[in-house]
């Protein structure tokens, strides 16, 4: 199946418009330890809410959409009531075990004003080849929050699908937190639906690749309320033989006057044989909007070098804490302090 | 309430003049291989350029149109006239000699005038062919040769023509590079020897006259070791109610240490499909300064594109796409960095009004070998009205760690500020829009020559221009 | 007994323009040197040299550091024999705190993880000396410091890494008179706690008050015109550069 697709496509040559993939059908529901605050109510099934007819994209895409459908598991849902502020974080921890192909859904559905933050920890202790797919869809009432942190240390040898797409109310916000640090593939995919006015999008992702590790990532915000607001950042490092390609789109839909995007990559090069593509879109059919994105690639110049240097701090440890610093950046915009500790401690035992 | 401009359609009367076409000679409609052989025959090729035309047929029937730009579904190859030879036997070499009509089409378009005050040779083609080609004296001794590519293909440098042509875009490269191999006809060769540093420019000025026609000229530049050109091309079109074709190649060689700069005024009408090809092979320490103005046709698929194979080789990428009432228009630029410390540097400016789509698309190349490059892109995006459309579609591809590449891009509107800060100076509302979209576009006139700033302000100016209602 | 540096016939150019054109010095244990000269004499140039800069070639000479040639070594090997340059122009560093990087410093000096208590101790205690907010150490390097912010901010480093021979190159320049005091301080407490050499680039003598200067160097062109003692210093105050420069014949 093709997953991951360009919202625009550009020449085929390129090899970004689409990643074709050939995953194995998932074949059971993954485990899950699970911290449920107060406040939400969880259901198995799809979540129950006044957004439940909306339909969602999502950032995989619908042919991903349709084989995880396909595969006929059903997801938990978890709906947070009007006004309810959750202040402890639902905590999920996935400890991917063996070869199975092992697949969580989830479905969030917030009401007015509703709060939650969501903190998933994918990890593993073995050394298999599985495959874990995750997709998580939410649907944020008028003034609803959402947030989802995502930190992933799997070993070099899973193939890891995290596909995400959801539905923004007026002046409801969804914030989402990635940390890429490990597994073979990985296939990231966000989509946000920006409906209502004043709705808003805050995406950072931070990776770390090595060796032969895959990222191929596929971020969409589509505009479409007035006044809504998008910022994606992605932070990275790539050693080895790592390849990695970032798409990420802002697309601004008739008769969302007023909107803004904003959307910033930093790549940190440290090896010759990585491949690093990025694909950054701005689409625009609306006149008084603003978009901007940048991007900065490469290697640190060497005036920074010498400085380490002469301060006693060798080439490779001033790109290791380069790499950190870019970590630490999107890390650090995590509340949790229990999940900062986590990814410091992930950090420095990688 | 606030009052909004109404900006009237673009006036193209200085262009939209056209003459009957009392061309002597024009081959039917569509693409076969008939077709093609009888070009072949009514421009007397050597045996291996019919070949080649025959090979590029083929490629063409297999390629498929590209699934990602604008649509061209309005093109119909079988309605399109591939080749057209104006009434006039040869090619001249003196105004005077030229056929009425067609020096009355140039002289309305400025070209002899402009040959005169400012330019070291002019070549003018007139649909198919070349119907007047000239260098001034001084710069022909220097030993520049500026000439029809059919000449120069019969002449002392055929072997040149025959090593080079199509090498940089070969007719596998896409469906119409490949129907360019096949019926292309007319354009210009230059070669501007060692050293030589031609100070005033050449042009070359492309006028597609016929109904219903295709334009697919062929222009070879060669600049040696150390050599300077400015090469200035301009082309424009009346309009009809049927689709035209313009399916052009450019191959540029840029030597070492040599510098081309290409500058590129378009104003096809709009029934223009504008499927054009352009790309520039530079040797160490050489440069590439591409210079482009796209201001007309129907639809535009067009992407100079700079391979810098040498070491230290540099490109320069300035443009301005202005797209208004029912033009789609893709523009941008490709840069291959395939060697160390090889720096490209691009700076574009996108303007839509009246319903007009503008898609800027760019990739950057940074191969293994590349050691040391550097590469800054920076497109910006100006909406006029809330009909129009703006699109950004970039792509980075680095493979070497110590390479430089920065990218911006941002799009926006005319700011309500900005206006009335120049209308309490005393501008009107129209003035005021027009000097900001002027000023917006100025990388690209600052980098023109005066005649041509003026002329492309000119334009801008008339876009903009309306009645306040 | 071998000098502490020792520097013969020093040559370098940048860009195959040649800066140094053969310089010979030494500083021995513990002393103190004062490097004068005009403008574009080389002055920067050799303290960017000896601590192994990459932007400048060494075309002749050596550069011998504790025994050791350090001609053309890098300059983290260079630092962690103890050379220390305070810069001129201190870069900025988005992204890595200035706590974190002297920390790292520290620890790739002495080969040990450092207890992140003790080393937040030690540079709060030292941060106090410079009249530095603590707050700084958890602000990106140098980033958004003012002048004064960030040669404070080299001084500090200077007194938590302790090197053998620091390299003060125009420290005191674009200071107010508040700022050299606080400068001036940490360089004494440097003396006063580590005793090492030091090696300053100047133009005024505000900074040099508090020490004991053993020579004074004067550079003109790339080469030491004159080398005294201190009272150098208040002759070139007086008289000015222009008594060693080469007329041309």
């Known amino acids: ?350 | 309430m606030k009052e909004k401009t109404h900006v009237d359609d673009i006036d193209r009367s200085i262009y939209d003049f056209r003459f009957e076409d009392k061309d002597a000679y024009k081959v039917s409609e569509g693409l076969t291989e008939d077709i093609v052989l009888k070009i072949s025959e009514e421009k007397n090729d050597p045996e291996w350029m019919r070949d080649f035309r025959l090979k590029s047929l083929k490629l063409y029937n297999e390629i498929q149109v590209p699934d990602w730009g604008p649509s061209i579904d309005g093109l119909d190859m079988d309605n399109i006239v591939t080749y057209v030879r104006p009434n006039t036997e040869r090619m001249h070499t003196d105004w005077e000699d030229v056929p009425d009509d067609i020096k009355d089409t140039f002289e309305r378009l400025g070209i002899p005038q402009a040959e005169r005050k400012s330019l070291a040779g002019v070549g003018a083609q007139y649909d198919s062919e070349l119907v007047y080609h000239n260098v001034k004296d001084e710069v022909a001794k220097s030993g520049v040769v500026y000439t029809d590519i059919e000449s120069a293909l019969r002449g002392e440098y055929a072997d040149m023509i025959k090593e080079k042509f199509m090498k940089i875009v070969p007719p596998t490269d896409h469906k119409f590079a490949a129907l360019h191999g096949a019926v292309w006809s007319g354009g210009s060769f230059v070669y501007v020897p060692k050293g030589v540093h031609l100070d005033i420019p050449l042009q070359s000025y492309f006028r597609l006259n016929a109904k219903g026609a295709g334009q697919f000229e062929h222009t070879l530049i060669i600049v040696d070791e150390g050599a300077y050109l400015h090469f200035i091309e301009g082309c424009s079109a009346p309009k009809y109610n049927v689709a035209n074709l313009h399916a052009g190649c450019v191959e540029l060689y840029v030597g070492k240490n040599a510098t081309l700069r290409y500058s590129t005024i378009e104003n096809w009408s709009k029934n223009m499909y504008n499927l054009n090809t352009k790309r520039a092979v530079v040797e160490e320490g050489g440069k590439i300064e591409w210079v482009s103005g796209s201001f007309g046709s129907h639809v535009s698929y067009l992407y100079p594109m700079s391979v810098l194979n040498g070491k230290g080789a540099r490109s320069e990428f300035t443009g301005v796409t202005f797209a208004g009432e029912g033009q789609d228009l893709d523009t941008g630029t490709k840069v291959v960095h395939n060697a160390e410390n090889t720096s490209s540097y691009v700076n574009t400016r996108s303007i839509s009004k009246s319903g007009g789509i503008n898609t800027f698309r760019s990739s950057v190349v940074i191969g293994p070998n590349a050691h040391g490059s550097k590469s800054a892109v920076s497109c910006e995006s100006l909406m006029v009205d809330n009909e129009s459309r703006s699109d950004t579609i970039p792509s980075m591809d680095v493979r070497c760690a110590d390479a430089d590449v920065g990218h911006e891009a941002k799009i926006g509107r005319i700011s309500d500020e900005t206006v009335f800060y120049l209308m309490s100076r005393g501008l009107s509302e129209a003035d005021a829009r027009a000097l900001i979209v002027r000023g917006f576009a100025d990388n690209v006139s600052k980098e023109l020559p005066l005649e041509y700033a003026v002329e492309m302000n000119n334009l801008i100016s008339l876009e903009m221009k309306g009645s306040i209602g | 007994m071998s000098e502490l540096l020792s520097v013969k016939g020093l040559k370098a150019e940048i860009e195959e323009k040649e800066i140094l054109r053969g310089v010979d010095l030494e500083v021995g244990d513990g002393e103190v040197h004062v490097i004068m000269g005009p403008n574009g004499a080389g002055k920067s140039t050799l303290g960017s040299v000896i601590i192994g800069d990459p932007r400048f070639e060494v075309t002749g000479g050596s550069v011998f550091f504790d025994g050791e040639d350090i001609t053309g070594e890098s300059p983290d090997k260079i630092s962690k024999k103890g050379v220390f340059l305070s810069f001129q122009n201190p870069i900025e560093i988005p992204g890595i705190t200035l706590g974190n990087f002297i920390k790292t410093a520290l620890e790739m000096k002495t080969g040990e993880r450092i207890k992140l208590w003790d080393f937040k101790k030690k540079l709060k205690e030292t941060m106090e000396v410079l009249q530095m907010d603590p707050a700084y150490a958890e602000r990106d390097l140098n980033v958004g410091f003012s002048g004064g912010e960030k040669k404070k901010a080299e001084i500090l480093q200077l007194l938590m890494l302790r090197p053998k021979l620091a390299i003060l190159d125009e420290t005191d320049s674009g200071l107010d008179v508040d700022a050299v005091h606080i400068v001036s301080k940490g360089i004494e407490e440097y003396k006063k706690q580590v005793g090492g050499a030091l090696m300053i680039i100047t133009h005024s003598t505000k900074i040099l008050e508090s020490l004991k200067v053993d020579k004074t160097h004067v550079l003109v062109d790339g080469e030491i015109a004159v080398t005294g003692d201190a009272s150098l210093i208040e002759k070139i105050n007086n008289e000015g550069f222009e008594q060693f420069i080469r007329k041309e014949d």
């Not at chain 1, 479409?224 to 910022?231: F, I, M, Q, T």
Request: glycine share 8%; with cysteine.
């Open chain 1, 1 to 350: 199946m093709k997953i991951n697709r360009l919202p625009a496509p550009t020449w085929n040559r390129l090899k970004v418009n689409a990643t074709e993939v050939n995953a194995v059908r998932p074949n059971k529901a993954a485990g899950y330890e699970e911290k449920l605050p107060e406040g939400v109510d969880k259901i198995h099934g799809r979540g129950i809410g006044p957004l439940s007819d909306v339909t969602i994209k999502t950032g995989l895409g619908e042919e991903f959409d349709k084989f995880i459908e396909d595969a006929g598991f059903k997801p938990e849902g978890y709906v947070v009531s009007d006004e309810e502020k959750i202040e402890t974080p639902l905590y999920q921890t996935f400890d991917v075990k063996g070869n199975d192909a092992s697949v969580a859904l989830f479905d969030y559905s917030l009401s007015d004003n509703a709060e939650l933050t969501v903190i998933q920890i994918v990890k593993d202790e073995d050394n298999e080849s599985g495959v874990f797919f995750v997709q998580n869809k939410y649907r944020l009432s008028k003034g609803a929050k959402l947030t989802i942190v995502q930190i992933q240390t799997l070993s070099e040898s899973k193939e890891f699908y995290n596909d995400i797409g959801g539905y923004v109310s007026d002046d409801a916000s969804f914030n989402l937190i990635q940390i890429v640090l490990g597994a073979k593939n990985n296939y990231y995919g966000a989509n946000a639906c920006l409906a209502g006015k004043n709705s808003a999008l805050n995406l950072a992702v931070a990776y770390s690749l090595k060796n032969d590790e895959l990222l191929d990532m596929n971020y969409v915000a589509d505009h479409n309320g007035k006044n809504s607001e998008s910022d994606i950042k992605a932070n990275g490092v790539m050693q080895g033989r790592a390849n990695k390609l970032f798409r990420g789109t802002i697309d601004f839909h008739k008769g969302c006057a007023g909107s803004k995007g904003a959307e910033l990559e930093d790549v940190l090069l440290i090896d010759d044989t990585i491949v690093n593509k990025t694909v950054p879109l701005i689409l625009c059919d609306e006149e008084d909007v603003e978009g901007a994105h940048g991007a900065t690639i490469g290697r640190p110049d060497e005036s920074f070098l010498f400085y380490m240097g002469s301060r006693g701090i060798p080439r490779e440890e001033a790109y290791e804490l380069l790499k950190r610093a870019k970590i630490d950046a999107v890390a650090n915009l995590i509340e949790d302090e229990k999940t900062k500790t986590y990814i410091a401690e992930c950090l420095d035992r990688a």
